[in-house]
């Protein structure tokens, strides 16, 4: 098969699923969107390839830490991204907690200071305190083991055993809380979590076989836009149908 996505390709299909996902917390209620199989087919769809979109971030993020030049500059970039774009995010989706970038700086930052220090237990401790504090500081994904799938992205050398390695250490709280609590589960809520894992699993098919390691067009910077802006957008809209009609 062909090695034509680059980067940028992989940004760009992840930012179109991202809209997808977010997109349904301003039409329906809290009961629809918590309950991915509701009964509402085009809310459940949008939310299940919304599923591609954070994955795909990760595996950039960890080919962003692998490439960049300036890594000081990509991380001061990236927290300031976050913090610009919290207060849209908890105006989307209602509730307090760190949006997604935050998790993405966590696991930026685990790379970036494990790498300062030579001891296997040091690099160790400063990882794990990275994933603590993402579950902790309730930053979106943080409770999936995002950031250990951050650093086994960047650090596993071959690629189709990165890729694996990285998947599965992206939602490895994901898969232990699906093994230990499938019986106390109903099927739906297990017929539910498979799902939201397969759909996040499907596009490292694609990266496997595809992903030509190519940077592509910059948009880097159009990304740092994109994001805040469309949650402003959402936000608005949502404000919109609440309160004018």
Not at 10 to 18: N, P
Not at 30 to 44: H, K, M, P, Q, T
Not at 130 to 156: M, P
Not at 191 to 211: D, K, M, R, S, T
């Amino acid at each position: 098969m062909p090695k034509f996505l680059n980067n940028t390709n992989l940004k760009i299909i992840a930012m179109i699923c991202m809209v997808l996902d977010h997109t349904p917390y301003i039409i329906w209620s809290d009961a629809v969107n918590e309950n991915w199989l509701s009964g509402n087919y085009l809310s459940d769809s949008m939310h299940f390839i919304g599923r591609i979109a954070f994955p795909v971030f990760a595996f950039c993020i960890s080919e962003g830490y692998r490439h960049t030049h300036d890594i000081k500059s990509y991380l001061k970039r990236l927290g300031i991204l976050a913090i610009v774009s919290l207060i849209p995010f908890i105006l989307v989706f209602r509730e307090i907690g760190l949006d997604t970038i935050f998790t993405l700086l966590f696991g930026l930052c685990a790379l970036y200071f494990s790498d300062m220090v030579d001891s296997k237990w040091k690099k160790g401790l400063i990882i794990f305190g990275f994933v603590v504090l993402s579950i902790f500081s309730l930053s979106d994904y943080g409770d999936s083991g995002a950031v250990i799938g951050i650093y086994l992205f960047a650090k596993v050398k071959k690629q189709h055993l990165r890729i694996v390695a990285g998947v599965l250490g992206l939602f490895c709280l994901d898969i232990l809380n699906f093994l230990i609590f499938i019986p106390k589960f109903s099927f739906m809520d297990n017929l539910q979590e498979f799902l939201v894992l397969f759909f996040a699993i499907v596009p490292f098919i694609l990266i496997a076989n595809c992903y030509n390691g190519e940077k592509g067009a910059n948009i880097g910077k159009s990304f740092y836009v994109f994001y805040p802006t469309h949650l402003i957008i959402l936000a608005i809209i949502h404000y919109v149908i609440t309160y004018a009609f």
